[in-house]
């Protein structure tokens, strides 16, 4: 699986010890974890026969055994007998959507709390919206005549309630077992290669005509995704074009700064901007009403043998190369400033261990097979022990704001 985000190498015996699915036994510790669920809609209620999760790795890098309590009626939940070393995220799924939080720093009598909040749930996107997108031109492949495509989003669920999709009347979706369409993630005529980044979860995704959709439930708040794909072009000349499903703040489209002509109906060209140490020339439009058809032609670009542009010169530019190190810079230097490193952490702690659930919510329907299960749980549980020991790369807050 292609990933964006590099992670640090866990030792040896501890990814030997993911991959064979193996769980180290602990003496029972004296720390006790006490928690409780409130409600984030407005004017909800709690379900009742809730149940709390709850996960944790010690300072040696071991996971902790899963372990699960009832909540009671008033939204309290308890576990004892914890070791003492560990760091621990609690979590409750209502819905099909996976609630998480991180568990505070025990007192001195080793008592430590938590607080999930849980959401209502809606089937209406009325209130998804891209905050920001951004559409990135990353290489061209001459021998294929094929662009590469990185795709940026922030999207945010404006609402106090998680939007849990609906089948929306696609061909085979009102069979047992098909999860409901939640994101919708359309790409331009002509697309192949689709490869999602960063905030899919392959398993999760499912083709339709005209691009993706997603499954997984979308809580209120902002969550970040990335994806890639390759787009045809022929005679020099390349056109994107797609409707984009929901309202967009700030759509921006940069392509490097080669000598391209550029031309679209809703987007202006704004200069240029430095990312990931190359120059990228800039189209930018803003409050675009959701189904809008954006269009951008991109004229000038090299044909085989000989182009108006000479390949050496775009290869020396970093535009006919690219591989993940460089999709990384992009999508690093184009997030969305952050109000704090730890913030940040916290809110990836939470999609990490949501991503785990999942995943085992997927292996368990029988979506997806017992070797896929074990490769995308070992690399979802590398990159969570590498966050809660400081170890992952994380953004520093330049690029494109």
Do not use: C
């Not at 866990?10 to 030997?16: E, K, N």
């Not at 055994?65 to 909540?71: F, G, K, L």
């Not at 032609?297 to 993940?324: C, K």
């Amino acid at each position: 699986m292609n990933k964006l985000l590099p992670t640090l190498l866990a030792t040896g015996l501890f990814a030997l010890t993911l991959f064979q699915g193996a769980q180290p036994a602990f003496a029972a510790g004296t720390e006790t974890v006490e928690g409780s669920v409130v409600a984030g809609t407005m004017g909800a209620t709690l379900p009742t026969g809730l149940t709390a999760t709850l996960d944790g790795v010690r300072g040696t890098h071991e996971f902790i055994p899963e372990q699960t309590a009832p909540v009671n009626a008033t939204g309290h939940f308890k576990f004892a007998g914890l070791p003492d070393d560990g760091t621990y995220v609690a979590s409750v799924t209502v819905d099909g959507a996976l609630y998480s939080a991180m568990v505070g720093k025990p007192n001195a009598q080793g008592l430590a709390t938590a607080q999930v909040t849980v959401y209502g749930s809606t089937t209406s996107d009325s209130q998804i919206q891209v905050t920001t997108a951004n559409w990135v031109v990353g290489a061209v492949d001459l021998s294929n005549q094929q662009i590469t495509m990185l795709e940026t989003l922030q999207i945010a669920n404006r609402g106090d309630t998680t939007y849990v999709g609906d089948h929306r009347g696609d061909p085979g979706s009102d069979l047992p077992g098909v999860l409901p369409r939640t994101l919708r993630v359309p790409l331009p005529d002509g697309a192949s290669g689709f490869q999602p980044q960063q905030g899919f979860e392959g398993s999760s995704l499912l083709p339709v005509a005209g691009g993706w959709v997603d499954t997984v439930p979308v809580s209120p708040g902002t969550h970040d995704y990335a994806f890639s794909y390759q787009l045809a072009f022929a005679d020099g000349g390349a056109e994107i074009r797609k409707s984009v499903p929901y309202p967009i703040g700030k759509l921006r489209v940069l392509v490097p700064n080669v000598g391209l002509e550029l031309r679209s109906d809703h987007l202006q060209g704004t200069g240029t901007v430095d990312v990931g140490g190359r120059s990228y020339v800039v189209l930018e439009g803003n409050n675009l009403p959701a189904n809008t058809v954006v269009t951008i032609d991109m004229l000038g670009l090299p044909t085989s043998p000989v182009g108006r542009i000479d390949p050496n010169a775009m290869r020396d530019a970093g535009f006919v190369a690219i591989g993940l190190a460089l999709l990384g810079a992009l999508y690093l230097g184009l997030r969305p400033r952050r109000q704090s490193v730890g913030q940040d952490s916290g809110a990836e702690r939470q999609l990490l261990l949501r991503k785990l659930a999942q995943i085992d919510d997927r292996y368990s329907a029988g979506l997806i097979d017992a070797e896929r299960y074990q490769v995308e749980r070992a690399e979802r549980k590398r990159e969570l022990i590498d966050l809660l020991m400081g170890g992952r790369t994380t953004a520093d807050g330049t690029g494109v704001a």
